[in-house]
T-cell receptor, first 116, second 115 residues
């Protein structure tokens, strides 16, 4: 069974600085999909960025980018120029590419605090 | 409405009772997911609907949990004989389709408390 591990329960970053959130996963599959979600205090989860394991190029969405290391099974999220609105829980998630599988497996999350 | 809505926002019940949680997806979204999020944890997948049918129910923890989507829009998660361990936030998400690159849009969740 696949697992997702987020080893940093909490991180802090100064406004305008850069922070990296860690995520590792375990799988025996060669193709799969990885995601980062943001959950603010309102509870409504928002997709931040996604990556297909088949593609080696790291995904980027504005100030958010990932460092995908397939061999190491690592999928870290880098937030550049951190803003107060980035403060939230961040969850890493895995989805199998197996046909008929729609299950997303989430990590336990990292709480990001942004200091003014 | 523009987003996914869930009702009620909070539900308190007693152990052994039956509860229903409702999810209204974004109009036109054929895919619908239910998750359970316990305190301090990430969301835990429960079930996925494509249209009216449950295409993946591998996350339902036991036969006390059941979900329906009779007309391919609104979905109801039903929990029988509730237990204190069922206390959690139940999240619903919808997307245009079930493909990985169809973004899931989440609702605000229903907080269920079983006394």
């Amino acid at each position: 069974a696949q697992t997702v591990t987020q080893s940093q329960p909490e991180m802090s970053v100064q406004e305008a600085e850069t922070v990296t959130l860690s995520c590792t996963y375990d799988t025996s599959e060669s193709d799969y999909y990885l995601f980062w979600y943001k959950q603010p205090p309102s509870r409504q989860m928002i997709l931040v960025i996604r990556q297909e394991a088949y593609k080696q190029q790291n995904a980027t969405e504005n100030r958010f980018s990932v460092n995908f290391q397939k061999a190491a099974k690592s999928f870290s999220l880098k937030i550049s120029d951190s803003q107060l609105g980035d403060a939230a829980m961040y969850f890493c998630a895995y989805r199998s590419s197996t046909s008929g599988t729609y299950k997303y497996i989430f990590g336990t999350g990292t709480r990001l605090k942004v200091l003014a | 409405g523009a987003g996914v809505s869930q009702t009620p926002s909070n539900k308190v019940t007693e152990k052994g009772k039956y509860v229903e949680l409702r999810c209204d997806p974004i109009s036109g979204h054929t895919a619908l997911y239910w998750y359970r999020q316990s305190l301090g944890q990430g969301p835990e997948f429960l079930i996925y609907f494509q249209g009216t049918g449950a295409a993946d129910d591998s996350g339902l923890p036991n036969d006390r949990f059941f979900a329906v989507r009779p007309e391919g829009s609104v979905s109801t998660l039903k929990i029988q004989r509730t237990e204190r361990g069922d206390s959690a936030v139940y999240l619903c998400a919808s997307s245009l389709g079930g493909s990985w690159d169809n973004e899931q849009f989440f609702g605000p969740g229903t907080r269920l408390t079983v006394l």
